[in-house]
């Protein structure tokens, strides 16, 4: 999977497991149910926030444990 160097500087945007955008490497995660041919919306993701991964094996599902709500403290 492809890496890119930088968090997009993107106002708003920001990764969904850790909620901030901060400038580290990421990799882009297509966003279900947005697929239009060959193009699909995409969501950054901070590589370091790929740790909080877990495989839900019997439902054969990969998901991500929030690691704080954006906007909430
Ligand atoms: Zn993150």
Redesign the pocket.
């Known amino acids: 999977m492809r890496t890119f160097e930088h ?1 997009p500087d993107v106002p708003k945007l ?7 955008n ?1 400038d ?1 490497e ?1 990799i882009l995660v297509g966003i279900d149910g947005t697929a239009d041919g060959n193009n699909e919306q995409a969501q950054p ?2 590589t ?2 790929l740790r909080h991964l877990r495989y839900l094996k019997e439902k054969g599902i990969i998901y991500a444990v929030f ?1 704080g709500a954006r906007g909430e403290t």
Not at 14 to 20: D, F, K, L, Q
């Open positions: 968090f920001a990764c969904p497991i850790c909620g901030t901060e580290s990421c993701v901070h370091n926030c690691q």
